[in-house]
């Protein structure tokens, strides 16, 4: 049985569909779209090459057909009960491609292994600016290098970008669980295996902030629906 669940968050909203047990859904924004700005990579002839032909923009908000928005970080931030399933020990990477970070939003669990790669033949540095974790500041002058990194304590977000490539931003969320997802493309997100209980669920979006919600999920479903202001 179904339970639906719908998210208005600010100039955007999150229309989700819940399964008892999961929460599943989309991001979609509303209100007049902001205009996409090119990113100019001139400063660096390796980066001007490697996109060559291409329009990039920077990826504060990324939309998609219908509205669609990408890189909205859903989780739940209470109501969890009894011990988490433990992390998982592959890596997650975080990789630097076309002096783009890839993926713009990188989430992880505590104590899990992040890998940092640099994928481009140019010198990049990845500087982050925790409040939990400790910081760091990593040269990266090599195609191929890579650096690993683990943060022992929850954070959401971590801003992380390239000192020497002002235009280079990306975010890092880390938990204490893993019920947690990022809006792709299309804007959709899956959060699995989520216990029957009483939550709060919390959406972040880099510019467009944070709203969150007490939500149930039940085994039997149900209906719901909740307006984020």
């Known amino acids: 049985m179904k339970h639906f669940l719908v998210l208005a ?12 047990g999961a929460l599943a859904g989309k991001a979609v924004f509303k209100g007049t779209a902001p205009k996409a700005v090119a990113i100019k990579m001139n400063a660096d002839p390796v980066c001007a090459k490697a996109n060559t032909g291409k329009t990039i923009n920077k990826e504060d908000v990324v939309l998609g057909a219908g509205g669609s928005l990408e890189n909205v970080v859903v989780y739940v931030k209470e109501g969890l009960k009894g011990a988490a399933p433990a992390a998982a020990a592959t890596p997650v990477t975080l990789d630097q491609v076309g002096c783009m970070y890839r993926p713009h ?3 992880l669990r505590t104590n ?4 940092i790669v640099n994928s481009d033949p140019t010198m ?4 982050s600016f925790p ?5 760091f500041n990593v040269g990266m002058a090599t195609k191929g290098q890579t650096v690993e990194k683990k943060f022992a304590k929850p954070e959401q977000m971590i801003r992380v970008k390239c000192d020497v490539h002002g235009w280079m931003s990306s975010y890092i969320g ?4 893993p019920y947690f997802a990022v809006t792709d493309a299309s804007g959709a997100f899956s ?26 999920v039940t085994d039997a479903g149900g209906s719901l629906e909740v307006t984020f202001n």
């Open 174 to 177: 880390v938990f204490d669980h």
């Open 105 to 107: 939003i990188a989430v």
């Open 9 to 20: 968050l600010g100039v955007f909203s999150l229309a989700q569909i819940s399964f008892a």
């Open 191 to 216: 959060i699995k295996d989520l216990p029957a209980g009483e939550y709060t669920v919390e959406a972040w979006h880099e510019k467009l902030g944070t709203k969150s919600q007490k939500v149930t």
């Open 112 to 115: 899990q292994p992040l890998k």
């Open 131 to 135: 409040k939990a974790n400790p910081g």
């Open 124 to 127: 990049h540095n990845v500087h």
